[in-house]
Every structure is written in structure tokens, then in C-alpha cells.
């Protein structure tokens, strides 16, 4: 079953007529579980589409689905995402184990709950260690392990992650890219990740989404998009 689907979506930040589609007719269809890279140039509209399917920004055109479900103006609290964002930054004066309770003391889960949600996602992200040291001091990798546990500790149907190992050293990236893939083996999160790292994409993803000035040019498993004639 698909889980998501993007039915010829557009997107235009300024109201000018003239002003360019910062995506045009982007038409995807993700089954269940699946792990789903978007690929391209800075700049081609992957965070844009990423951000509309978060529900973070407007759909100027078209429709989005998820589980069957039209949801072009659900709330982004009620689409069951997890977002691992830039945006979202993690608040470095609070300790690991608060920045990933945070989001479940605002809706009032009770203590027992969230302290069991938090250990739990802590060890599958190897962060148990770090609960009580304060964000701010963490080195780089160590922080996107908890910025994916806050996203995970939501219990996302579908996890979005926007460049997770971008400003990370190469071998941290290496590291952290295992964990992810591990992870995704493990809860088959249908999960959306933006790169424009190439092997990111073909390491990790089910399917690759090439996309490049707005449009998406390829769809398909990393074989059929590297070993094309
Ligand atoms: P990518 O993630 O592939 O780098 P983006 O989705 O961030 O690409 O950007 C796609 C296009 O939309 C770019 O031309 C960018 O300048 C433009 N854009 C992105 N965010 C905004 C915004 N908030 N307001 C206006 N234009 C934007
Ligand atoms: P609520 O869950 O009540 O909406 P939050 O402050 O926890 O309140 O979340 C704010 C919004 O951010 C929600 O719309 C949610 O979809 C989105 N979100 C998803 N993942 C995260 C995250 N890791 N950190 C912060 N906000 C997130």
C-alpha cells in the first residue's frame, strides 16, 4: 500500500506572477515502510517538498495523501511526522534526556510514560549514556543521534530527515548513516530523507527521488537509476 502520495504538487513562495515554482508537478507515490531518498542540487526544492510534506509549508497546487487520506491542510501536529530539521533545533542548555522529553511533557504524557519512552529511544539512538550531560556540549554526531531520538520518541508513522549528516565529519557520517539504516530494519518507519549526497542516497534508500530545478526528473531503486543503459 501506498503511504504517501504527492499527486502534482506545486509550490510558489511569493505571489508574483512571474515569480519561479519552486516545485512544479511533482507527482510521488512511497509505499509503507519505505526508506525514500530525494537527491539533487541545492537549491532544487528538497526541503520544500519535505517542509509541505511536514505540513511546515503550503501546497500552492495539487494534493498530498497520507494512508489514503487527503491532508493538504491537517495540521502538522496531526500528520504523525517526525522531523529531524535544522529548524528544530535541539535546546543545548537542556540535558539530552530533556530535549527528548520535551515534545511529550508539552502534551501532558504521563511521567512513567515519558520516562520509558525517552530511555527506550535513547538506547536505540546509543544515547542512554548521555541523558544527563547537557546538549550544548555534545560533538556534532552525538547530537543528531539525539535530534532523531526526539523526532522518534513522537512515534512517527513517517520520519523526515532533512541532510541528518550534513555537518558531520566523514567517518561520524559513515557511523551514523549504519545507524540509520539499522534503524530503519528495525521500526520500517516509511522514513523520507533529503541529501545531495549521492551515496548517501544509494546507501540508505529503498527508492531514489532525483529531483533537479523544481522537477523530478527519476524515480526508482538505486539500480535502476545507476544502472541504466
Ligand atoms: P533544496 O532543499 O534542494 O536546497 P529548497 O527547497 O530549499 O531547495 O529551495 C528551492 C527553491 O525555493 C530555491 O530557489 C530557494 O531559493 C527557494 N526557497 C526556499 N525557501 C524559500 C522561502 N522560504 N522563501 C522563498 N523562496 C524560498
Ligand atoms: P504538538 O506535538 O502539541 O504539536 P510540539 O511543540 O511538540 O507540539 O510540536 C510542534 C510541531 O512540530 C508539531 O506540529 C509537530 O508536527 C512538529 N514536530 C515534529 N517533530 C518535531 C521535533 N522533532 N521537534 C519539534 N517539533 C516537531
Known sequence: ?????????????????????????????????????????????????????????????????????????????????????????LYPPLTVYDNIAFCLRAKKVPKAEVDQRVRAIAATMKVEELLKEKVGGLSGGQKQRVNIARALVRNPKILLLDEPLSHLDQKMRQILRREIKKLHNEIKCTTILVTHDQMEALSLADYIAVMDQGVLKQFGTPKEIYNEP
Open 1 to 89: 500500500m501506498n503511504h504517501l502520495v504527492l499527486k502534482h504538487i506545486y509550490k510558489k513562495y511569493s505571489n508574483g506572477a512571474d515569480a519561479p515554482y519552486a516545485v512544479k508537478d511533482l507527482s510521488l507515490e512511497i509505499p509503507e515502510g519505505s526508506f525514500v531518498g530525494i537527491l539533487g542540487p541545492s537549491g532544487c526544492g528538497k526541503s520544500t517538498t519535505l517542509r509541505m510534506v511536514a505540513g511546515l509549508e503550503e501546497i500552492t497546487a495539487g494534493d498530498l495523501e497520507i494512508a489514503g487520506k487527503k491532508c493538504n491542510h491537517v495540521p502538522s501536529k496531526d500528520r504523525g511526522v517526525g522531523l529531524a530539521f535544522e529548524e528544530y533545533a
